[in-house]
T-cell receptor, first 113, second 113 residues
Framework: KAGVTQTPRYLIKTRGQQVTLSCSPISGHRSVSWYQQTPGQGLQFLFEYFSETQRNKGNFPGRFSGRQFSNSRSEMNVSTLELGDSALYLC????????????FGPGTRLTVL | AQTVTQSQPEMSVQEAETVTLSCTYD???????LFWYKQPPSRQMILVIRQEAYKQQNATENRFSVNFQKAAKSFSLKISDSQLGDTAMYFCARISGTYKYIFGTGTRLKVLA
């Protein structure tokens, strides 16, 4: 069974630009969560999608948004990039929200110049 | 605020020895799940072990075991016979009542040859 895939693996953008990251969960998994990981803040929860609906949202500004498609693939978008958005963005998939174990993708390393 | 606390930012252990990583958490719930995740330098986060709060027996996975003290809200990870491949960042996490994962800030473990 293929694992969680994230594309692209690396991105370099400049301030003010926008970026879209993609995540394909494990086949059969319908829940996708996104995290921002930085050395100083650890893993910060961004949002979770299940059956194309956002179920949970973390404390991030409205510049961070996401969506999920009918095939469970998810995208997250960051508009008007700031230097502080430089981070590793991790996607995790679950069969369903709640008690199940999350399986993480390799992450997308975003650098904002 | 519901939190997960890992009080040891960095630890080191000699190969073949035993090390214990600490984790405490805050919750008012009775049933929940706790996890330890490992993130090696290659950055792919993987599950090490999980514990269901209603189970009194401590979870064990090969060389990895937990000491779950529900009343004290403590969930430590013991790694026996440490190997060089255990060098990684270790994150403690739990699921909140709204099915949101809450992560600690991590413990960087280095296994020394």
């Amino acid at each position: 069974k293929a694992g969680v895939t994230q594309t692209p693996r690396y991105l370099i953008k400049t301030r003010g630009q926008q970026v879209t990251l993609s995540c394909s969960p494990i086949s059969g998994h319908r829940s996708v969560s996104w995290y921002q990981q930085t050395p100083g803040q650890g893993l910060q929860f961004l949002f979770e999608y299940f059956s194309e609906t956002q179920r949970n949202k973390g404390n991030f500004p409205g510049r961070f948004s996401g969506r999920q498609f009918s095939n469970s693939r998810s995208e997250m978008n960051v508009s008007t990039l700031e230097l502080g958005d430089s981070a590793l963005y991790l996607c995790a998939s679950l069969r369903a929200p709640g008690t199940d174990t999350q399986y993480f993708g390799p992450g997308t390393r975003l650098t904002v110049l | 605020a519901q939190t997960v606390t890992q009080s040891q930012p960095e630890m080191s252990v000699q190969e073949a020895e035993t090390v214990t990583l600490s984790c405490t958490y805050d919750t008012s719930e009775n049933n929940y799940y706790l996890f330890w995740y490992k993130q090696p330098p290659s950055r792919q986060m993987i599950l090490v072990i999980r514990q269901e709060a209603y189970k009194q027996q401590n979870a064990t996975e090969n060389r990895f075991s937990v000491n779950f003290q529900k009343a004290a809200k403590s969930f430590s990870l013991k790694i026996s016979d440490s190997q060089l491949g255990d060098t990684a960042m270790y994150f403690c996490a739990r699921i909140s009542g709204t099915y949101k994962y809450i992560f600690g800030t991590g413990t960087r473990l280095k296994v020394l040859a």
